[in-house]
């Protein structure tokens, strides 16, 4: 056995140049260790007389503090250096732009019924909802269609196997138009509401989708008129458009929930293999489109909603939201909008940030 100070020395030399937890971890098993030579040192020390003990065990304990302080501080070190180079590795370059992500878009639907609720919210109108699933009552009957009414069969109904509590018909909603009626039965008049939603009938075309969009326009008040109804959608399309020139046409009609009913048209010409609304329809290279139907609320309806017609009186419209923004975004096959395609959502879809306002304008892309 060599001399306990030089053993100690090649130690601690051998501790500075462990450059791995790994190999410090053996210096410390080598001499602080259950084997190691200073824990067999010290246990010799219990075999020695007195005299020898105290001759020989400050050489040994002192070695043991200094190995085992020279340990603690490598280890300390190797760790911080591990951490740094951790940190390094594992930088973020927090500037660097996010393209890489992956990006949603919002759908043209849910645009357009961002930009409909701006507008008409201008106009002092409130956002109404409604079930999906209907009963026969609000869907037909309170609009005046009874049980023999032809305009039902109209409407290529989805119709439920099972019947309400009170024995009607369960369907699912082919209009929004019982928005109207829940709405004055919930809030009474005067009311100034639109209801924007989904809308189900059994047809299928390049034209026609079992599920598409309405938006539904209800004012109740004193004193209100055809004039007012043709004011506020050409108002709401002069801002929807953006252009100054839209001419609508009111044309005679008929709905059984209002009267006198009209159907709307819009002028537009063709530009470019193009339908662009705008200009008088009986203009040159000009015609009619038909966008809505709309009229004076039926005295009826108000009836069977609960209001007095000799007191109220009002207008309701009906448009259909797929139409609209086909026409105001250039999109020509309704069927696209609901095949959930990514790569027309990311030509036709709008970014989450791309808030429609009446100050940016409604139709602002991004
Ligand atoms: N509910 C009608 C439909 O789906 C559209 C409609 C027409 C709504 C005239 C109205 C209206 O509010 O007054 O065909």
Redesign the pocket.
């Known amino acids: 056995m060599t001399d306990i100070p030089s053993q100690t020395e090649a130690a601690l030399a051998a501790i500075a140049a462990s450059a791995t937890l790994d190999a410090l971890e053996a210096q410390r098993l080598e001499t602080l260790g259950k084997k190691g030579w200073v824990s067999l040192a010290l246990k010799t020390l219990g075999g020695m007389n007195p005299e020898e003990r105290t001759a020989a065990a400050p050489a040994i304990q002192s070695a043991r503090a200094a190995i085992a302080e020279a340990l603690d501080a490598k280890k300390a070190a190797l760790e911080a250096a591990a951490l740094e180079e951790q940190l390094a590795r594992e930088t973020i370059d927090l500037t660097l732009p996010a393209q890489a992500a992956p990006k949603g878009s919002v759908h043209p639907v849910s645009q357009v019924m961002d930009e409909l609720a701006e507008i008409f919210a201008d106009l002092g109108f409130a956002v109404a909802t409604g079930p999906e699933i209907e009963d026969d009552w609000h869907n037909f009957t309170a609009l005046n269609m009874d049980e023999t009414h032809p305009a039902r069969a109209m409407h290529d109904t989805f119709y439920f196997p099972d019947k309400t509590a009170e024995g009607k018909d369960v369907l699912l909603r ?4 019982p928005v ?1 009626i829940r709405s004055m039965l919930d809030q009474g008049a005067p009311i100034r509401i639109i209801a924007p939603g989904r ?1 189900y009938r059994s047809d299928s075309d390049a034209t026609h989708t079992p599920m598409f969009h ?1 938006v ?3 004012v109740i008040d004193k004193d209100i008129h055809l004039g007012h109804l043709k004011w506020t959608l050409e108002t709401f399309f002069k801002a929807f458009f953006e252009r100054e020139d839209i001419v609508l046409r009111l044309r005679p009609s008929y ?1 059984p ?2 009267e006198p ?1 009209v159907e709307v048209d819009v002028g537009y010409s063709n530009e470019g293999g193009r339908r662009v609304v705008g200009g008088h329809g009986d203009a040159p290279g000009h015609a009619w489109m038909e966008i ?4 004076m ?1 039926n005295a009826r309806v108000l009836e069977f909603a609960g209001l007095d017609p000799a007191e109220w009186q009002g ?4 448009l259909g939201i797929d139409r609209i923004a086909m026409l105001k975004y250039g999109m020509n096959d309704l069927r696209a909008f609901f095949d959930g395609d990514p790569r027309w959502l990311a030509h036709y879809g709008f970014s989450p940030f791309d808030q429609p306002t009446l100050s940016a304008g409604v139709g602002a892309r991004a």
């Open positions: 082919t209009h929004t138009s109207q809308v309405q539904e326009g209800l709905f929930f209002t009913s809505g139907g709309s009229g609320v207008f309701a419209f009906g």
